[in-house]
């Protein structure tokens, strides 16, 4: 069986090497310098994951606002109802599960970046409009519109995350965009902080908030039209030679980059694989926890402090969320195969965090806040699933299909999960049901591992099986030189493992 790369010390006639340096090449002869490599992935982080990170960060920012406007007058200025407040959480994710239906054919179809470009620029100017209803109903079209207008931004990430990077620095991405979770939770109080404090406004601080959102969101959905590339022929900030090798680090995952096809093959092998049915189970497990960002401002509320206390109790708790994300990571660096067992650890600081919420009175104080804290830490795991994800499907549209059952369950469990969060100020209901999905994560994260273990073990007694009946003769596996030039899914794919 020929080997994907090999190692060589040979110089080429068109780059003179230092001594020792060590050059890859592939099996068609061509070759690349490891200073290249990083050279090229610098480049990358520089010019795409920025953009990435700026639209994740003004989503999570769009998403937070619904908690501090509540803290600043949403609710009594629409009249709303304990509710009313409920499905203005919920019917979001109604707009954004209405739109993943056709976000899977227009994603196979389209080009991905300018799509999600558009998309963006449009959920910017609705995301205006919030400022806009006078009522409950207004309001909830409004957010409605906002949620569909969503619908194709978080699967395509972890598309655009596969065509960039290799398996091995899709932990290290994905969790850094998903930090600007955090990040923007802590922006967003102190932002609501200082608006709030402005007495000079016209409107009310919660409208002026959603002007502000919306206006940056329209800004970032113009620049990554303009800026971000289709794919690696595409990339304005490579010359002609750095493509070039961008192409042959993507042909070791056999990973041939974005394209404009939709195979109902891929979409019956993605619907009939388990793997895929375990994914969109992430996506309803880890955001039935949810609401408790949308509501963790209301319990701090309800222990007697102001609005303005409430949000710097609040913001603290984006901080402990990317703490726990990045001792995520740092347990993927030194456990690379065993990413499952790390996302698993990560469900339990959580878990402990909403055991203490439901036990502990509302004398403890302190105690109640730093457990909504604990309890927020949900991106921690879904950053460590997301990788997985992105590493394990291949083929254009079966990754499109995987990754939109995954919000599709994402948004299952965030329209059903706030409709148990409407009896304050303690929420038990929705605590003991956190409690419950955070169990059946960890449980669900384990049957995963063990789906990828036991075919990783069939590929390679199958590999074993060819290598043994070998006739001595120099074997080239076709799915493997060719896998990147045509459009094969995981499955079909001899030479894929799956990471676990």
Request: glycine content about 8%.
């Amino acid at each position: 069986m020929q080997r994907d790369t090999i190692q060589s010390t040979i110089p080429s006639p068109d780059e003179k090497l230092g001594v020792g340096e060590v050059k890859e090449v592939n099996e068609y002869g061509d070759s690349y310098t490891t200073e290249q490599d990083k050279a090229v992935l610098r480049k990358i982080d520089l010019a795409v994951l920025p953009m990435i990170c700026a639209v994740f960060f003004l989503q999570y920012l769009d998403k937070q606002s619904l908690s501090y406007a509540s803290v600043f007058g949403l609710i009594t200025d629409l009249g709303m109802t304990s509710k009313q407040y409920s499905w203005c959480s919920s019917i979001f994710y109604v707009g954004q599960l209405v739109a993943e239906f056709p976000v899977i054919y227009l994603m196979s179809r389209l080009h991905l970046t300018k799509f999600v470009g558009a998309s963006i620029i449009i959920w910017g100017a609705i995301c205006m409009c919030l400022a806009a209803p006078k009522n409950f109903a207004g309001f909830a079209a409004v957010r409605f519109l906002l949620g569909f207008a969503e619908g194709a931004v978080s699967p395509a990430f972890i598309t655009i995350t596969a065509v960039w990077y290799r398996k091995e620095e899709h932990a290290s991405r994905t969790a850094l965009w998903i930090t600007m979770n955090g990040l923007a939770q802590i922006v967003g109080c102190l932002l609501m902080y200082g608006i709030g404090k402005n007495s000079s406004l016209a409107i009310a601080s919660w409208r002026v908030l959603f002007l502000v959102c919306g206006a940056l969101t329209i800004a970032a959905g113009v620049a990554f039209y303009l800026c971000m590339p289709n794919g690696p022929n595409d990339a304005w900030f490579l010359n002609a030679r750095q493509k070039h090798v961008l192409s042959l680090r993507m042909i070791k995952d056999r990973e041939g980059g974005d394209k404009t096809n939709f195979s109902t093959a891929q979409l019956k092998e993605a619907l009939l694989d388990p793997k895929s049915w375990l994914v969109f189970w992430f996506g309803v497990l880890v955001t039935m926890q949810s609401p408790v960002h949308t509501f963790a401002s209301l319990v701090i509320k309800g222990l007697g402090y102001d609005k303005y206390q409430t949000l710097l109790h609040t913001a603290p708790s984006g901080a402990v969320q990317i703490l726990l994300l990045w001792l995520g990571l740092l347990g993927c660096v030194l456990l690379p195969k065993n990413r499952t067992f790390v996302a698993m650890a990560l469900c339990i600081p959580p878990l402990i965090g909403n055991i203490f919420l439901m036990r502990l009175t509302v004398k403890a104080g302190w105690g109640l806040i730093v457990a909504s804290w604990l309890s927020s830490c949900i991106t921690a795991p879904w950053s460590i699933l997301l990788s997985l994800t992105a590493s394990n499907v291949k083929g254009n549209t079966k990754r499109s299909v995987v990754n939109t059952m995954f919000f599709i369950g994402y948004c299952a469990g965030c329209i059903s999960a706030p409709q148990l969060w409407t009896h304050g100020p303690r929420y038990v209901d929705g605590v003991v049901t956190a409690i419950v999905t955070w169990c059946l994560l960890f449980s669900a994260t384990l049957a995963y591992r063990v789906v990828c273990s036991r075919d990783n073990a069939g590929r390679d007694r199958s590999a074993s099986g060819i290598s043994e009946h070998s006739t001595g003769k120099e074997q080239v596996d076709v799915d493997t030189t060719g896998a990147a030039r045509i459009d094969l899914t995981d499955k079909q794919d001899a030479s894929f493992r799956f990471s676990r």
